[in-house]
């Protein structure tokens, strides 16, 4: 089944910008939904949502600071982030919507999460 693997976290202070990126392990062309999503304080929250069809869905607190797109011929889900803020700090995971292949169908899966640090 198709993995995921994060990468592209790191410290930034206020203001900054990172890029996430979230490489799958097989095509992601048949998987309907792409999402990232951040945990913070133990609490884990939608960021943001990708359809098969370019369709976006926001967090109400990211909208029109960060961008997500997929590029299915690269297997890779990204997560552009800007004008970072310290509440934006918190582990950020990627998911993959249930999928089938043939007679296989794969639960929804998580990547191992990559974290975000952002500094006043």
């Known amino acids: 089944q198709v993995q995921l693997v994060e990468s592209g976290g790191g410290s930034v202070q206020a203001g900054g910008s990172l890029r996430l990126s979230c490489v799958a392990s097989?095509?992601?062309?048949?998987?309907?939904?792409m999402e990232w999503h951040r945990q913070i304080r133990g609490a884990r929250e939608l960021v943001a949502r990708i359809?098969?069809?370019?369709?976006?869905t926001y967090n109400h607190a990211v909208k029109d600071r960060f961008q997500i797109s997929r590029d299915n011929a690269r297997n890779t889900v990204f997560l552009q982030m800007d004008s970072l803020k310290p509440e934006d700090t918190g582990v950020y995971y990627c998911?993959?919507?249930?999928?089938?292949?043939?007679?296989?169908?794969?639960?929804?899966?998580w990547g191992q999460g990559t974290q975000v640090t952002v500094s006043s």
């Open positions: 998911w993959r919507d249930t999928y089938c292949a043939g007679r296989a169908c794969h639960a929804g899966a």
């Open positions: 097989g095509s992601i062309a048949r998987i309907e939904r």
């Open positions: 359809d098969n069809g370019g369709r976006t």
